[in-house]
């Protein structure tokens, strides 16, 4: 205990001592020290413009960046995630742990790998809800995914499947790339739906989306997945430094088939040694605390290896 007090004492006296280093240095009384107060914030804090790069292409189609109001909008998204840090570095450990899982999927589909940055833009990798009620990793609304093939029920919600939503995300962009002939349409008419770019590109007389003027979200939202690809696929050329153990590591499951009603969920979770809250981190498409199952339906549910 003796000891323990004169470490606490050591401390407190380097504190001290600290504190009045910083006063008298940085002390406001003396013109001096704001000079050289100012000096040591110059030297040591700087914000630098960005690069724009020279060519870009979002799903392998160019971005003409030679148009001026194009290169502006792009510039703005690069800055606008590169100086939102902490948001950024989230995106670069949630992509660790999802990236595997989409890619895969949007290969098979025959879908650009490119899309998996929308899935970043809507969501960033969460499930989350937006004030319309677009729910889930790709944000679908409740009549737009049960046209894609998603279930959505009281007990089952599969918009919060990634693999589920993933693959009918795909389908709604093979449907709009046949409707518009490009991706770059395709992604703009998942954000504000294909009847309304078929009505702006009619009312503007024009077929490509670097030529339409559209509400601000839609005008920013392939700039959007264009920056957020440019930033994940160069980390260090934007300032982002982690070691592989900061970033999200996979969940390492196992799938098991249900094809019956669960009464209790909790008790469901425990009978496969684990608890509720891990049950429903692996499989947030699970709605509720039992699961109605009447038709005896097959469920595939995550549980840990």
Not at 29 to 44: C, F, I, S
Not at 179 to 193: D, K, P, Q, V
């Amino acid at each position: 205990m003796r000891s323990l007090n004169k470490i606490l004492i050591g401390i407190l006296v380097v504190a001290i001592a600290c504190f009045a280093y910083i006063s008298l240095t940085f002390s406001t009384n003396d013109p001096g020290k704001d000079e050289h107060y100012v000096k040591y914030v110059t030297d040591h804090y700087k914000i630098f413009a960005l690069h724009i790069p020279d060519t870009m292409y979002f799903a392998g189609e160019r971005i003409p960046l030679e148009i001026q109001d194009v290169k502006e909008r792009m510039d703005r998204e690069l800055m606008v995630n590169t100086y939102w840090q902490s948001q950024t570095l989230l995106l670069f450990k949630r992509a660790s742990r999802w990236f595997p899982i989409i890619e895969p999927i949007l290969k098979a589909e025959g879908v650009p790998d490119d899309f998996k940055y929308l899935c970043v833009a809507e969501s960033g990798m969460s499930n989350v809800v937006s004030p319309a009620g677009a729910s889930g990793y790709w944000q679908f609304l409740k009549e737009t995914a049960k046209q894609y093939g998603l279930e959505v029920s009281d007990n089952v919600d599969q918009r919060y499947d990634v693999r589920a939503s993933t693959k009918a995300a795909c389908k709604y962009l093979k449907d709009s790339k046949n409707e518009f002939g490009t991706w770059t349409l395709a992604a703009a008419a998942y954000n504000m739906g294909g009847g309304n770019v078929n009505k702006q590109l009619k009312r503007q007389n024009v077929n490509d989306y670097y030529d339409l003027l559209l509400n601000e979200e839609t005008s920013r939202y392939v700039f959007r997945l264009s920056a957020m690809k440019e930033i994940l696929e160069n980390p260090s050329k934007y300032g982002f430094h982690f070691r592989p153990n900061d970033l999200y590591s996979p969940y390492v499951s196992n799938t098991i088939k249900i094809d019956s009603t669960i009464t209790n969920m909790p008790a469901f979770a425990d009978s496969f040694g684990m608890n509720y809250k891990e049950l429903k981190i692996l499989n947030p498409w699970l709605r509720d605390d039992f699961l109605d199952n009447p038709d005896r339906k097959a469920y595939y549910i995550e549980i840990p290896r």
